[in-house]
């Protein structure tokens, strides 16, 4: 089999397992190209190269793409939802697609604990004070001015305990802050972990974080019936996706001062439009440019994610594996 890789395995490791399971790997990564493949250029490369299959990160892989290319033995995702193809299309063509889900939970757990932190200690403020020279005589002014809170102690709780939401849970235990979570869809078995309900969640949590895919029935969930709840120092982060926060009720909470603080790295329009900036740009508002999941580490994780999924599913005949996403392929080979 031939497999065009678009996406980045810049880990030679990586790379040379995938070389081993398959007859030939076609490495075309689209970072050189200096953004991703549009979909009249990676149909062209699947043309020029006369690949099998694909891996890709970010390319464009839309109806028409999959239409020209309907023989694909398999096209892998290196990305926890893969939003980048016409899944419709590639089930209905009997293409298994594969995905990387918690490639950037580590990262995103990490910058999501450093972020709450910075808010808790005033970090950024007490930085801008220093930077302006401000420190007279008196030595205690900034202990005085600055002090804020240990995360230890603090109750946190998840909107969504996937991956992203699991990893933050296992780190915050050990400071250690107490874990609640909402999800309808599972159950953690540690019994550190409380699984509530979101009127709960949002009333008692010291932080409330969110960590929901975008589907029809998360798109807006979060609302005013839900941020009106959040006690005046809680700290409201959204790391995983803007859409699934009302925009103008979030507004209303940051411009009103009905919150300690809020961490936020997604945005409504990227780049962001007027309303973006209005929050962006709050001084409650610790605004990160949609960077939690970037780290050199992430594209290392998806590659060797996405080669277990193949060895798994073409070598070790393995059809039940959770990362095979549209599994009622299944029925049509």
């Not at 008692?204 to 609302?223: K, N, R, S, W, Y």
């Not at 070598?315 to 080979?333: A, D, F, M, P, W």
Request: hydrophobic share 40%; proline share 5%; charged share 25%.
């Amino acid at each position: 089999m031939k497999v065009l890789l678009t996406a980045p395995y810049e880990n030679e490791r990586a790379l040379a397992e995938l070389e081993l399971l398959f007859e030939e790997v076609i490495y075309k990564p689209w970072k050189p190209h200096g953004r991703a493949y549009s979909a009249n250029e990676l149909s062209d490369l699947l043309q020029q190269t006369g690949a099998d299959a694909l891996i890709s990160e970010h390319d464009e892989i839309s109806t028409d793409v999959l239409m020209k290319n309907p023989n694909l033995a398999f096209v892998g995702i290196c990305r926890g939802t893969p939003s980048n193809i016409d899944l419709t299309t590639a089930t209905e063509l009997g293409i298994p697609v594969f995905n990387t889900p918690a490639r950037n939970a580590q990262a995103v757990a990490e910058m999501f604990i450093a972020n709450v932190i910075s808010v808790l200690r005033h970090t950024i403020s007490g930085k801008e004070w220093l930077e302006g020279k401000n420190w007279g005589e008196g030595a205690h002014t900034s202990y005085l001015n600055f002090k804020g809170n240990e995360l230890a102690g603090k109750k946190v709780g998840m909107v969504g305990f996937g991956a992203v939401g699991q990893f933050i849970a296992r780190m915050l235990v050990n400071f250690p802050s107490e874990i609640y979570y909402f999800d309808p869809y599972y159950t953690d078995p540690n019994p550190d972990f409380k699984k509530v309900e979101l009127i709960e969640l949002f009333s008692t949590c010291d932080v409330v974080a969110i960590h929901l895919p975008v589907t029809p029935e998360t798109t807006g969930m979060i609302d005013n019936k839900y941020l009106s709840l959040l006690k005046e120092d809680a700290i409201f982060v959204n790391t995983a996706r803007a859409s699934v926060v009302n925009r103008d009720d979030l507004l209303t909470i940051i411009e009103e001062g009905k919150v300690r603080g809020v961490v936020l790295d997604v945005f409504y329009n990227e780049p962001p439009d007027e309303i973006d900036y209005k929050m962006i740009l709050n001084k409650r508002v610790l605004a990160t440019p949609h960077i939690a999941g970037a780290t050199h580490e992430v594209e290392d994780h998806h590659a060797f994610i996405m080669n277990n999924n193949l060895r798994e599913f073409f070598h070790n005949g393995n059809k039940e594996i959770k990362q095979l996403v549209n599994k009622s392929v299944l029925n049509k080979n």
